[in-house]
């Protein structure tokens, strides 16, 4: 659905609860990126008197729109721009029809769903009781941590040889 301005009503398929901390869900019935999490902003406007409409039809108030930094699948990050702060949300969610409309691709098989723009790899989801969950973890503030982890052969190449798709390395 197209939205012409902040005032109006739009349209947004939500689905499942949770808490305002649960993964965030790669929808692909969603109008906006939106989030009930408002410490998860790097960036953040003000909005006055913006709605939408849950699949419910109920209404919930927009209360803010701004960008947030996600630690990716692969451990590279990506700034998500233009999400709205939604307070009454119970998911935090991706909207892969946004996602379609810069260009980005999809690919599911064996329960992963694969997000590509120029042949390449940028978010992957994984398929939990029928919803795809981004895997990933959203980035707050300046704190920097390290961790240890093995990594395959696979992904250690995949490192090496600059993110190089998973066919490029076959």
């Known amino acids: 659905m197209i939205v012409q301005d902040v005032y109006e009503y739009v349209e947004a398929l939500m689905v499942g609860s949770g808490k305002s901390d649960a993964e965030s869900i790669m929808d692909s019935g969603c109008s906006f990126h939106m989030t009930p999490n408002k410490l998860w902003f790097e960036k953040f406007i003000e909005l006055q008197g913006g709605s939408m409409l849950l699949g419910n039809n109920k209404p919930c108030k927009i209360q803010g729109i701004g ?7 692969d451990g590279s990050e990506k700034i998500i721009q233009d999400v709205r702060f939604v307070p009454n949300l119970n998911r935090n969610l991706i909207s ?10 999809f690919r599911g098989e064996n329960g992963t769903l694969e997000v590509m723009k120029d042949s390449r790899i940028v978010m992957r989801g994984v398929r939990k009781h029928g919803l795809y969950s981004l895997k990933g973890e959203v980035v707050v503030g300046l704190v920097a941590s390290v961790s240890v982890r093995d990594m395959s052969r696979i992904e250690l190449w995949h ?3 600059g993110h190089v798709s998973e066919s490029g390395l076959v």
């Open 67 to 73: 960008s947030i930094k996600l630690k990716l699948h």
């Open 96 to 105: 892969l029809g946004k996602l379609d409309r810069k260009g980005y691709l």
């Open 159 to 161: 490192r090496r040889l």
